[in-house]
C-alpha cells in the first residue's frame, strides 16, 4: 500500500518565495490531523497533495492565484515549488517535485507550468525520470495505486466541492461512475467483445488453413507412398533385367560356339559333298579311260603289279580317307542335330526373354508416365517428354524428396506456429476470462458500496429534510414570541 511521508512547500499561496520560508510537513501513520486557525494554511496543504498527485489546481483558479502574489512579494518573476517524498503501492522510495512559474507583465500576470521530476531509488542508485505534466499525472496514479477520479473526489476533495455527493442525479451517477471506474468497465468488456470476436474469427481462419495443410499433408504422403512403392516396383524390375541379363549372357556364348560349330559342320558338309563328288568323278574319269583304253601298257608284269598295287593302295587311301570322313560327317551331324535342338531351346528361351523385355519396357514407360504426370503436378521442369535417363529419374527422385522434406517441413512449421498461436491465444482468453472474473467480484463490491453509499445519502437527504423542517417551525416561534413580547 502506498503511504505519504513528507511534502514540502514553496511560494504557494502565502507561502513564501524564499528558502528560508519553505516549509516542511511529515505525515504520520495512520492518521495526522492538521489543525489551525482561519487562514493558517491548512486548505492549501490539501490543495497542494492534491496538485502534486493529479496536476489540477484547486476549484476557480487556472494557477494564477494558486502561486504567492508576485505583487505582495515585489518580485517580476516568483517560482513555486512542491515536493513530495512517498512510498509507492511496492514499498519503494519516490521522490516528485512540480515547479511552477507566475510573472507580472504590464498589470497582467502571466501563469506557466515547468517541467516535473520523479526520482526513484533503483539497485541504490537514483534514477531521475523528468517528463510532462500529463506523463507525471500517470506515473502518480501508477504509483499511489488510486484512481485520479478517487483522488479529486474522495481523498483530497476540496472543501468547496464536498457537498457533490448532494448533486443531481446525473452529476451524481457520472461522479460515481467515475469513482468506480465504471465506464472503463464498459469499455474493457467491449474490447473483451471485439478481442473475443477478432481472435474467434482468427481462430477459424487457422482451422480453415489448418485443414487444407492436412489434405496437402496426406496428399503428400499418397504421392510419397506411390513414389515408394514405383520406385520398389522400379528396383525389383531393374533387378529382374539384370538376372536375365546374367542368364542370357552365358546363352549368348553358348549360342555363338553353337553357331561357330555350325558353320564348322557345314564346312566339313561341303568338303565331304565336294569329296563325293570329287570320288565320282574320279570313278567316271577311270570308267570311261578304261572303256577308251586302247593302248596295251608295254612294261613288264612286275611293273603292272607295281603300278597295280600302288594304284590299290591309293584306291584303298582314298577309301579309308572317305570312311574317316563319313564318320566325322555322321558326328558333325550328330553334334548339328543336338545344336540345332539347343538352338531350338534357346529361341524358345530368347522368346521368353523377349517377351519379359517387352514388359520391362512397358513399366519403363509406365513409370515415365507416371513421372510425367508427377512432375505437371508438382510443377518440376525438365521432365515433359520421356523415355528418361538413370540420371534424370536419380534427379526426378531427389527433387521430389527434397520437395517432399521441404512440404513436410512447412507443414510442421506450420502445425508448430497455429499450435503456438492456440495456445498463445488461449492464454490470452485465459487472461481475459480472469479479468472479466477480477472485473465482476470490482464490480459487485462496488454495487455493494454504491448501495451502501446511496442508502446513507437518502438517510442524509432524510436528515436534511427533517433539519429544514425544525428550522421552519423555529422561524414560526420565533414569530409567535417576536408577536407575542410586542
Known amino acids: 500500500m502506498s503511504r505519504i511521508e513528507k511534502m514540502s512547500i514553496l511560494g504557494v499561496r502565502s507561502f513564501g518565495i524564499e528558502d528560508k520560508d519553505k516549509q516542511i510537513i511529515s505525515f504520520f501513520s495512520p492518521l495526522t490531523i492538521l489543525v489551525g486557525p482561519n487562514g493558517a494554511g491548512k486548505t492549501t496543504i490539501i490543495e497542494c497533495l492534491k496538485y502534486i498527485c493529479t496536476g489540477d489546481f484547486p476549484p476557480g483558479t487556472k494557477g494564477n492565484t494558486f502561486v504567492h502574489d508576485p505583487k505582495v512579494a515585489q518580485e517580476t518573476d516568483v517560482r513555486a515549488q512542491i515536493r513530495l517524498q512517498f512510498r509507492d503501492v511496492n514499498g519503494e522510495m519516490v521522490a516528485v517535485h512540480r515547479s511552477m512559474l507566475c510573472s507580472q507583465k504590464n498589470?497582467?500576470?502571466?501563469?506557466?507550468?515547468?517541467?516535473g521530476v520523479i526520482t526513484r531509488m533503483k539497485h541504490g542508485e537514483k534514477v531521475s525520470l523528468s517528463s510532462k505534466?500529463?506523463?507525471?499525472?500517470?506515473?502518480?496514479?501508477?504509483?499511489?495505486?488510486?484512481?485520479?477520479?478517487?483522488?479529486?473526489?474522495?481523498?483530497?476533495?476540496?472543501?468547496?466541492?464536498?457537498?457533490?455527493?448532494?448533486?443531481?442525479?446525473?452529476?451524481?451517477k457520472q461522479k460515481f461512475d467515475e469513482i468506480f471506474s465504471a465506464t472503463r468497465y464498459i469499455k474493457a468488456l467491449d474490447t473483451l467483445?471485439?478481442?473475443?470476436?477478432?481472435?474467434?474469427?482468427?481462430?477459424?481462419?487457422?482451422?480453415?488453413?489448418?485443414?487444407?495443410?492436412?489434405?496437402?499433408?496426406?496428399?503428400?504422403?499418397?504421392?510419397?507412398?506411390?513414389?515408394?512403392?514405383?520406385?520398389a516396383q522400379l528396383a525389383s524390375s531393374q533387378e529382374i533385367v539384370r538376372s536375365y541379363e546374367d542368364e542370357l549372357e552365358p546363352l549368348k556364348n553358348r549360342l555363338k560356339e553353337i553357331e561357330h560349330n555350325l558353320s564348322k559342320i557345314m564346312k566339313l558338309d561341303n568338303e565331304i559333298k565336294a569329296l563325293e563328288s570329287r570320288k565320282k568323278q574320279m570313278e567316271k574319269d577311270n570308267s570311261e579311260l578304261e572303256q577308251k583304253m586302247e593302248k596295251v601298257f608295254q612294261g613288264t608284269d612286275e611293273q603292272l603289279n607295281d603300278l597295280y598295287h600302288n594304284h590299290q593302295r591309293t584306291v584303298r587311301e582314298k577309301e579309308r580317307r572317305l570312311v574317316d570322313c563319313q564318320r566325322e560327317l555322321e558326328k558333325l551331324n550328330k553334334e548339328a542335330r543336338l545344336?540345332?535342338?539347343?538352338?531350338?531351346?534357346?529361341?524358345?528361351?530368347?522368346?521368353?526373354?523377349?517377351?519379359?523385355?517387352?514388359?520391362?519396357?512397358?513399366?519403363?514407360?509406365?513409370?515415365?508416365?507416371?513421372?510425367?504426370?508427377?512432375?505437371t503436378h508438382l510443377e518440376l521442369d525438365g521432365f515433359e517428354r520421356g523415355p528418361f535417363s538413370e540420371r534424370q529419374?536419380?534427379?526426378?527422385?531427389?527433387?521430389v524428396k527434397e520437395r517432399q522434406e521441404r512440404e513436410a517441413k512447412t507443414a510442421s512449421q506450420l502445425l508448430s506456429d497455429l499450435t503456438d498461436k492456440e495456445a498463445l491465444k488461449q492464454r490470452q482468453l485465459d487472461e481475459l476470462r480472469d479479468r472479466k472474473s477480477g472485473l465482476g467480484r470490482t464490480i459487485e463490491l462496488k454495487t455493494e458500496i454504491l448501495t451502501k453509499k446511496q442508502s446513507e445519502l437518502r438517510h442524509v437527504r432524510s436528515e436534511l429534510q427533517q433539519l429544514e423542517g425544525s428550522s421552519d417551525r423555529i422561524l414560526e416561534l420565533d414569530q409567535e414570541l417576536t408577536k407575542a413580547v410586542s
Open 107 to 115: 498589470k497582467k500576470t502571466e501563469f506557466k507550468t515547468l517541467e
Open 133 to 172: 505534466c500529463a506523463e507525471i499525472d500517470r506515473e502518480m496514479i501508477s504509483c499511489l495505486g488510486v484512481s485520479k477520479s478517487v483522488l479529486n473526489n474522495v481523498i483530497f476533495c476540496h472543501q468547496e466541492d464536498s457537498n457533490w455527493p448532494l448533486s443531481e442525479g446525473k452529476a451524481l
Open 193 to 231: 467483445r471485439q478481442v473475443r470476436q477478432t481472435q474467434g474469427q482468427k481462430v477459424k481462419e487457422c482451422q480453415t488453413e489448418l485443414k487444407y495443410l492436412k489434405q496437402n499433408k496426406e496428399k503428400a504422403c499418397e504421392i510419397r507412398d506411390q513414389i515408394t512403392s514405383k520406385e
Open 339 to 375: 545344336l540345332n535342338q539347343e538352338k531350338a531351346e534357346l529361341l524358345v528361351e530368347q522368346g521368353r526373354l523377349q517377351l519379359q523385355a517387352d514388359r520391362h519396357q512397358e513399366h519403363i514407360r509406365a513409370r515415365d508416365s507416371l513421372i510425367q504426370s508427377l512432375a
Open 393 to 399: 529419374i536419380k534427379n526426378f527422385h531427389e527433387l
